[in-house]
């Protein structure tokens, strides 16, 4: 075996967007189109500050391929040990779970997390630090530098890596061990929830359908609801991971999901519904004919954390991302704790989760997670509600009922309007930006307008600042709706409209989310001229 040194010239497009490097697979395909941003990562740590890698992925096509070169590559740069998952398996929850216990000094993870996959899908890499969470913009913007400045990367000859068989093997220097891939994130999970409680609610009867979306969350779903708890054979539905996800989306949402959605309506639904996305970090959770929002979960979540044994001593903290309702700031001001209001990318949370301010997280794009790893996590969130309904002995809508009673309800959806042309969605964004010092004051369409801005975030930890994150249109009645251009899409660009109400009258606590909020929708479209500017008559998608 020998160590080599490849000439290369530079990408275009290889800046990491919310969450790594997205592109299709035929972008990655490309002589050196990996190579080169691997490269960056080794060039950005320096040489022999990575001594102790973790790598997997989510099955999802060109999966195996990206982890044999990624392999050969650190051993060209020196690293002495990799944990890698068995098949090339590990959950993005997983992957951090690893690197927290075994000190490693980072991950890469091989995902595009809920974007289609197949020979013509998606495929995404990302670094994670030695908190087992996503790089921060200082470590991300570096890789992107030497992105547009690479002239060679380093790479092994040795033949490629028997990644079936656990155990250990040597690649020049480099101590390879393939691992299961669950076996440390179940070993987590029960120290975290009363799974004694939980055996006993299945053996009780009760009955539930997970859907791992042919996805990677469907082997730990698997091992720990079947095999550990005890529920019958069969919950899990959809759970051998597929390189193309059974030809679906694996997005764990009302539209993607709806063999979910239609089986939890059903005469003889489950009890219980709950679905993961593609590499295992997005939850769904679904009650008989209702789906509850993830803004609600969080807040469900964090209004009963002492049920779990390892969130018995209460939270510090919750964080949210800026488009995330409302939901959980009103069970924080009733626990007399913070909640911190972030930009989207789970990267932000994980200084406040370092410095002890914060326990729970989540995004409304169906994350959730806590402090006991560094990124949102389905399958946790999942087991939370399982113990939630266990010690509780309510449905999930009776639980949603008595919250809404307790808070109030924050009317909440989200509309995706996908693979617009990125001028256009631009263009959409600088107009309603010029827009923002005039409309504070104005009363349109019925609601006084108290806020209009550009969100910016300043991190309370590092003091890093982070500015045009979404432009925010705040009421007086403290209803919203935000803007903003997603970076997790790979084709054009992808505009997502936010639109949340506030209602205390427990009176009009099951109205239509979408009639509810009708009066935001029309405001929307008025504001941003949406329609017009990128042609679309209406979304491609609303959660």
Known sequence: ??????????????????????????????PGYLENFVESIFLTLGEGACRHLVVGGDGRYFNRDAIQTILRMAAAHGVER??????????????????????????????????????????????????????????TDAIFAHTQTVTQYRISDAPAVDLDVLGTTQLENMVIEVIDPVADYAELMKGLFDFDAIRGLFASGFRMRFDAMHAVAGPYASTI?????????????????????????????????????????????????AASDGDGDRNMIVGRGIAVTPSDSLAIIAANATVAPGYAGGIKGIARSMPTSMAADRVAEALGIACFETPTGWKYFGNLMDA???????????GTGSFHIREKDGVWAVL??????????????????????????????????????????GAMMDALRARLPELAGQTLAGHQIALADDFAYTDPVDGSISTKQGIRVIMADG??????????????ATVRVYLERYEADPAHHNLDTQAALQGLIDLAESL?????????????VVT
């Open 82 to 139: 990799v944990l890698v998952g068995q098949g090339g398996i590990l959950s993005t929850p997983a992957v951090s779970c690893v690197i927290r216990k075994h000190g490693a000094q980072g991950g890469i993870v091989l995902s595009a997390s809920h974007n289609p996959g197949g020979p013509d899908g998606d495929f995404g890499i990302k670094y994670n630090i030695d908190n087992g969470g996503p790089a921060p913009e200082k470590i």
């Open 384 to 425: 939370f509600w399982l113990n939630l309904l266990a010690v509780r002995g309510q449905t999930v809508e009776q639980l949603l009922a008595a919250h809404w009673a307790r808070f109030g309800r924050n009317y909440y959806s989200r509309h995706d309007y996908e693979a617009v042309d990125a001028g256009a969605a």
């Open 356 to 366: 002890g301010l914060v326990t729970l997280c989540g995004e409304e794009s169906y």
């Open 528 to 540: 941003s001229d949406l329609r017009q500017r990128t042609g679309r008559s209406e979304p491609t």
């Open 225 to 273: 609801l079947e095999g550990i708890l005890g529920a019958p054979a069969g919950t899990v539905v959809n759970g051998v991971p597929s390189e193309d996800f059974g030809g679906g989306h694996p997005d764990p949402n009302p539209v993607n999901a709806a063999e979910l959605i239609a089986a939890m309506a059903a005469p003889d639904a489950p009890d219980f519904g």
């Open 1 to 30: 075996m020998t160590i080599q040194t490849v000439a290369t010239t530079p990408f275009a497009g290889q800046r990491p967007g919310t969450s790594g490097l997205r592109k299709k697979v035929t972008e990655f395909q490309q």
């Open 479 to 492: 209803s919203r709706i935000v803007f903003r251009l997603s970076g997790t899409g790979t084709e054009g």
